[in-house]
Every structure is written in structure tokens, then in C-alpha cells.
């Protein structure tokens, strides 16, 4: 059992009992900011998704807003195809091989909205 007693002798004794502190609420403050960002791209990923999963035919996005271009990845990372997003538009995928895919969907400012993994049958 630790116990901790308190002698206010030295005033740099009070600041070597208070360092450890500072040091772990840093800490916590930063774990914090991270698991916010975490979490709100977490949320995006909900928003968005790929449908159907595995597909046969084609594709769909539930929701498009913000995203302009969608662009289909073999697992290598070579580009298989491209196509301009529209709103309850049905992407054609009957051409690619059986297997796992990525689907990067990009934003108006051509930046990556998310990544999905897709199942192709």
C-alpha cells in the first residue's frame, strides 16, 4: 500500500508532487482531441456507405451529397474504374472480376470523402 503524505517544507517540493499531474491531464487532453476526430470521421463512414455488399451487377451509394467522383480499387491498388457521382444512380460493375475491392469516394475538393472494402461476386 502507497501512502502519501503532504509536508509543506520546499516550494520545490510542491513542484514535484505537481509535475506528474500537469503531465497526465496533458495526456488525458490530447487522448480526448483524438478520440473527437476519431469519432466524427467515424460518423462520416456511417453516413456513407456502398450497397449493396457483396455485389453482383452494380453498385450504389446511399447518400452523395459531397461526393463527386467515386473510383474503384483492385486490392494491388491499380484503378479499375471511375465514375461521376449522381444521386440514386447505379454504377455498373459487371465487368470486374470476382473478389475484394476498396471504393474511394472523393469530395468536391478532390480529397478523400472515405474507403470502403467491397466484395465483388
Same mark, same amino acid.
Given at each position: 500500500?502507497?501512502?502519501? +503524505?503532504?509536508?509543506?517544507?520546499?516550494?520545490?517540493? !510542491? *513542484?514535484?508532487?505537481?509535475? =506528474?499531474?500537469?503531465? /497526465?491531464?496533458? #495526456?488525458?487532453?490530447?487522448?480526448?482531441?483524438?478520440?473527437? +476526430?476519431?469519432?466524427?470521421?467515424?460518423?462520416?463512414? !456511417? *453516413?456513407?456507405?456502398?450497397? =449493396?455488399?457483396?455485389? /453482383?451487377?452494380? #453498385?450504389?451509394?446511399?447518400?452523395?451529397?459531397?461526393?463527386?467522383?467515386?473510383?474503384?480499387?483492385?486490392?494491388?491498388?491499380?484503378?479499375?474504374?471511375?465514375?461521376?457521382?449522381?444521386?440514386?444512380?447505379?454504377?455498373?460493375?459487371?465487368?470486374?472480376?470476382?473478389?475484394?475491392?476498396?471504393?474511394?469516394?472523393?469530395?468536391?475538393?478532390?480529397?478523400?470523402?472515405?474507403?470502403?472494402?467491397?466484395?465483388?461476386?
Amino acid at each position: 500500500m502507497l501512502i502519501i +503524505t503532504y509536508e509543506p517544507t520546499s516550494p520545490m517540493r !510542491k *513542484v514535484l508532487l505537481l509535475i =506528474p499531474f500537469l503531465y /497526465f491531464s496533458i #495526456i488525458a487532453n490530447g487522448q480526448s482531441q483524438a478520440n473527437y +476526430t476519431d469519432s466524427k470521421s467515424a460518423i462520416v463512414k !456511417k *453516413v456513407i456507405k456502398i450497397y =449493396p455488399n457483396p455485389a /453482383f451487377n452494380f #453498385i450504389g451509394v446511399n447518400n452523395v451529397s459531397g461526393v463527386s467522383s467515386i473510383i474503384i480499387y483492385n486490392l494491388v491498388g491499380r484503378k479499375m474504374k471511375k465514375f461521376s457521382a449522381l444521386k440514386d444512380e447505379r454504377y455498373d460493375v459487371t465487368d470486374l472480376p470476382r473478389g475484394m475491392y476498396l471504393v474511394q469516394l472523393l469530395g468536391n475538393d478532390g480529397k478523400v470523402v472515405t474507403t470502403q472494402r467491397m466484395s465483388k461476386k
